[in-house]
């Protein structure tokens, strides 16, 4: 029975999260390519094979040793002293110098000895409660241990390591807010999601992730293209590609008012370059800056049709008349290239328009540094009655003041403006409390559910029902359930 | 809507119920009757029904957080925020194998099979055999009956009744110590996660120790806990110093409004100062429990 | 030596504080005064020449018993289930019906005896856990016992008295707030105090208890008079009087531009009337409303000086033909008695201006309903340099904007926005945890220190001092201590 | 400020240090030499005082507050926060007569003072001797040695040293267990209050039930937590949905500002909403203990 096995083995290739201590990194697995974790290099050439979940050391010169059975490297605790009364800290305690240590490195010692060392060299370590003693023995080893797990990357681990490391790429996004998310938008296999995110498709991969590769996702994005590299660390099999859309926002209106076109002209193709070039703050974008120039003379390749390809290198050529023929052959190149990859998006953006215009998505997804409000009010009119929609927002205010305008809109109700207090504890036997630091904020989520709005103007009927959106539950009673 | 299906008939934020649509059945709320025939089944979800004494109502989707906030309760029941994080610590995701106990009122059941849907299974071990059989027909009411398999058997004693095929377990009981073993075992070969949740930090202390015997990594215990915020507008008024009219702007503050107070004394307008604020509720959820996680590792 | 005995006795008069399980109420000891406690009527006469911490049980009639010793009655949990897996809750667990228990009370059945009734009618109580049992007896004790224990008021209990049963009168503060803003505040004895409050004095009171009788406090007030219900409770000793002072609102202005006259003057009453009657807000202004025709003729009254009574009864007589001689001769006395007291008023406004015009005020504690930005900017100036103030607001925004506009009028450092979080736990052999139920928010506390305002427009340098409010600590590098 | 005095050198919000006041001193800081003879003495506290660099430094009254926030930590303190409620808690006020063990920084000891003096006493009991001889020597410094008896024992074997005075114990040690009937002993025969501050759960535990051994009622155990915001100003663009310049309401919402953005590729002028917010700390206070207070009852 395979799932009596080990589990999968590692593949080159592969999508994997480095875990050292409780720190995540996300890495490939690239035969003879360098990954920094934590100011070491690594080479993951020899994880390929193993089990997913194996433990390795890190040897001089970053190879990866397995270890056979991973230990709780527990040093005893030694002579310890009933308090810490008799401790004058005057900072002379420990014998071996900075450099001492840096030696020892050098020689190749491995962590577990330097810490070793560490212990016998101190004057106070005997002195010291079995706490201290613990504490410094953990303190140190992190220090100078190196060991990593390799694991399969999941949303758990990524959000937690995005949390952790590069928080400004996800807005903030703590992981316990993206579960709520998860929850309350109802996301699920078989359902029509569109997302909105600027949190480096982490938000992306964690709905694809719940949908398993059945139904569709929409993600609507501004900019050249959407941002997606949180996404690509969870290793989604091949097979997920095909429920995945993406839709400009900046051409939402044009959907919503019936003027998006699904035929491929020039002019669309155009359109759908220039929308490109006009919105910024894509990732891509930026990188593209430098080579402004170039990409502008591309753009205008593109404003043609494939068969008036002669006519676009002389109109470029004209331009770039200090370019010598090869050069110019590359550009053209280059210029089919792009153009072929233009067109596949504006084929994939008429099939992500086609979804959309159904207007009957079972959810939506709002994660991003954009104000929420007119994203929300436009995009709700794309999903059906009786589905629940989330948005979150590092800030409180703008909730607030999407909160109001979708009152007096009407077409939603269940209106619920919350955040999560997350504590970690540590459970030690007689030393269990909260720990000592917690994260500030995760964010605020809104969310609600949609339902038919049989009117666009309130009537007196409907204001009155507005009104009993949100009654005093004592003066509720139901005479038969 | 059709015949058979359930849905939540909404009269206010913390006022609805779920329903069992039946042709000829009929549904007393405050603002009376609801005909099913007529006037829900061939309507949408989330249409507005007109009930007989005139006022509105809405008729939604059912969703395992609806059903949460409405289900029957049999037991103190596991709220939406930590099903959440439950659900994103066990690393769930459709074809994911689960084992639960105990069922209780079946929040996290129902929350659960929606995310291991179409593919996974839930194992759902229940030792009070009235809620067993309650959780048994809800679950074919709800027409999920082919994910679940429901037992009502003492998971201390027996276990889950099956062996290495879940990727996560969950425990919700009294003394979860003495299932961390059946826990383990219930886990697959090559490792998965599990999770409890205790009211009590007794409770939290004893089953760490038991995961670390049974040689479970990663322990992690957290608490989340939901603040939900009131949109309100709030007006303060502001004190009269004796500045008098001739110098507004010198009280250094941003005025939004005047508001002239009908008084007997005929007072002067008084100005306040308006503005939104997320309010939170004066009395809110303090403890729901600890959750411990950890992971059983390959090795 | 008094410190060995057993305590003060309660006087006839006191103010002191019942408490009832979790719950408090502050009232007077006044014989055959009825005092109303959870629907209970009592009569504390009995308590006269107890100590204070005595418990009493309340006998029939509302007469209190006083207990000898106070015993944590516990009832023996006996044959405790192990679980509650057996128990089938059908509703008919209990076979006392309503109206058994009302007979026992009426039968004069005291709390104790009927819980044990109870118990013993369940038919589920057995099969219950030990903790189910326990959380049974708790609950049905609460609600038949009456013991109630008589304790001398003081800034804990009447905090968390008002807090419990009318946060509504005290802004929302919550009794940890309130321990924060006399901390924060520096409050002590021997320092000169300003306070804005409308929490029916409890502010008032606290810095009162912790200032101990030395040094002065001038509470600011708008309205009729300021607001001191809670103060009141405390109960203080007559020699607390001296230390307070009170000043309206209405005439910080005058007094900060120095029109603010110190002579007692028929104008200057007058206007002192004036003032209380235009500004609305006092609590006792609201319950005068009712006698509003009355009120202002009696404020025509108090126009003239004492000298030119007669001619003051002529224009109210000329107005009140239909009374009699009788009544003009009342009206007259408590002409009369009014004009006494607002002269009083007078001095004790024209004291406590000489208070402030020093303005070398040690601390300023705001906590009111009004936005507490006008009055911070004003009341600033009547502090010293290097003197901690602290403001109170149930909502963050308002503190937000105050904020804003003292960085920008300078004068002040180190500005902190905070707020506190409480949670109370349970701790109970292996039922230990944090309490189901906890308080949503106890308000917002903006603090800062004074500091001496060379200039009043910033030049180049005071910029950039204010720069230098906040640098990044990592920056900063301190080469000797 | 003259000869003698402590006073806070202020550089900022998080960058301040005390110092003592003398003839002829001079203080180093990152903006140059403060000559105390010349800068300080004679001048009003909260003064603004210019370092030979040309930077400018506020020079501030010594509070218990800020004195915590500064003071040299012998060991982990406690913060203004749980100050607070204790003080409160304890019924602190001028007159009382407090034990308090340990002494540790003195973080507590200052703002006990402040709050009993002019005529409460304070009994500080310290087992560490080095810790104990400092703290006399910082009450001599800031002259409050009248208002406090420092002793160097070992408070679960010794006691305070003093009986039936107190209206109020705090224990701050690893075993206050062990403390509670010393703690009882120490308090006035009409009773008092204790409070014990411990970071870990099972050191609650062991004290309840020590309290309720003897005889101690109204139990209650509390933590308090600060959070503290940051003011900022915070822009949000406007996401483009291709509506154009045509109907900027119908976006639905109130846009504060058009920020022209300068871009090579002359983007139009992006909507940005601004609005001012109270921002928690990424990282900020988890835990600093937990606080059980009970009163020693008259009967």
Redesign the interface.
Known sequence: MAEQSKGDPIEDGAYVVLKRGEVFKAAQVQTRKKVIFGKQWIFLDNAVGHCYGTAFEISGGGKLLPLIKMEETATETMEAGADNRNIVDDGKSQKLTRDDIEALKEKGIKGEAIVQQLIENSTTFRDKTGFAQEKYIKKKKKKYESIITILKPCTRILAMMYYAREPGKICNLRYDTLAQMLTLGNIHAGSKVIVVETCAGLVLGAVMERMGGFGSVIQMYQGGEPGRAATDCFGFPESFLGMLHEFPLGKVQSLLSGKFSSEITPENTQDCLQTDKKLNGSPNEKEDASNEVENSISDRVLECSQSEEQQIIEVSSGELKNNNENENKERKQQAFEKKKRQIEKRKREIEAADLLKERNADGLIIACRFHPTPLLLSLLDLVAPSRPFVVYCQYKEPLLECYTKLREKGGVISLKLSETWLRNYQVLPDRSHPKLTMSGGGGYILTGITVVREDVRPNIKSLELQKTDEPSPKKLKLEEL | MKDGDTAIV??????M?PVKVQHGGQ????YGVIRHSTDLIGK?????VTCSKG??V????P???LWTMNLPHRTQILY??D???I???L?L???SVVCESGTGSGSLSH?II??I???GHLYTVE??Q?RAEKAKEEFCEHKVDHLVTVKNQDVCKNGFGVT??ADAVFLDI?SPWEAIGHAKDAL????GRVCSFS???????RT??AMEEHGF?E???????????D?RT?S?????????SDDPSS????RTSKLS?A???S??P?DV?Q????????????????L?FATK???
């Not at chain 2, 809405?58 to 989707?61: F, I, P, S």
Request: glycine letters at 10%; one cysteine or more; charged letters at 15%.
């Open positions: 909404f009269l206010g934020h913390d006022s119920f549904t007393q709320t405050k949408r979800f989330g249409s507005k006022g509105w809405y008729v939604l989707h969703t395992p957080e939406s925020t099903i959440s994080i659900t994103m610590m690393e995701k459709p074809g929350a929606r995310t849907a179409p593919t030792f009070h009235q290495n095929v009294p697959k070969v090559k490792g009211p009590c930090i007794e409770q939290v202390q760490c120790l990594t322990m992690n215990t957290l608490e989340i806990l939901p603040r939900v915020y949109v709030v303060l008024p502001v004190a009269d110093l004796g500045k008098g009280s250094g503050m941003d107070q008084s007997v004394c007072n002067p008084q100062a503005f939104k604020s997320g309010v939170p509720l004066k009395e809110v959820v303090g403890h729901t429990g600890y411990t590792s390959l090795f």
